[in-house]
């Protein structure tokens, strides 16, 4: 691919094929994992070539995955990025070599947007807020104070940033909502069970976990449960993504209410991506399907979940 087109149209067959270059941000959840297969299986099946690197968590893992997929000349460059900020300079050698960029999942917080094509993912701050909506519904006839403690994402990322965002403006209403501690489980299960125990030794009368991710939640149940509490009874929880292992405690009552966040973005992906190589505008911000899913809806659906 690189500037000119492909020069091998005359050929026939396979001179038009497609490589992509994807940077992902590692495998630090059942998400995570959904997320790489359906990028995985989706090009396979729209027969573009997938170089694919796996960052660890690690921003400067990303930029030199980046840096590297600009040498080897792919036609496409896709990643979700770790964090929001310090993109600028590798996005602008992207560009500068004329590959175009898709952000998936994640995005920056670049004041040029002309460098990448667009964002493909879902609205954070919509979840942060349905979560906050669910609370406020939850508990509309108390008048008693709500304490809350919230497990973050990954510091400095967008989900985390937004989801604590549209949370906090939909309980920022009604003074009986405190947030009384809020830390970051980092998305991973072992660091939420570790943090939550921290906060119910710290704070003795917790009457909510809001965490940023199901496996963030499912670590923090294991930690209630250590300390002789009930998960879903004496402490109400309200997670995001849906996972299956998430679904299933929620079916199973130790989780009260979960905000969809799908990760299975790779059919759009493939199709942004081949919109693009041609040259072809896409919409600079293209949003993911989402839902919501209480105890009972759980229970209805789990059988038939993908992931």
Known sequence: ???????????????????????????????????????????????????????????????KAIRSFIQQKVDVIAFSPVVESGWDTVLMEAKNAKIPVILTDRAVDSKDTSLYKTFLGSDFVEEGKKAGQWLVQEYKDSKDPVNIVELQGTTGSAPANDRKAGFAEVIGADPKFKVVASQTGDFTRAKGKEVMEAFLKSTPDIDVLYAHNDDMGLGAIEAIEGAGKVPGKDIKIITVDAVKDGMQALADGKINFIVECSPLLGPQLMDLAKKVVKGEQVPARVVTEETTFTQEQAKQVLSSRQY
């Open 1 to 63: 691919g690189g500037g000119g087109g492909t020069t091998s149209a005359g050929t026939g067959g396979g001179g038009d094929a497609i490589t992509m270059g994807f940077s992902q941000v590692g495998a630090e959840s059942g998400w995570r994992t959904a997320n790489t297969k359906s990028v995985q299986d989706s090009a396979k099946n729209a027969g573009i070539t997938l170089k694919f690197s796996d960052a660890q968590q690690k921003q400067e893992n990303q930029i």
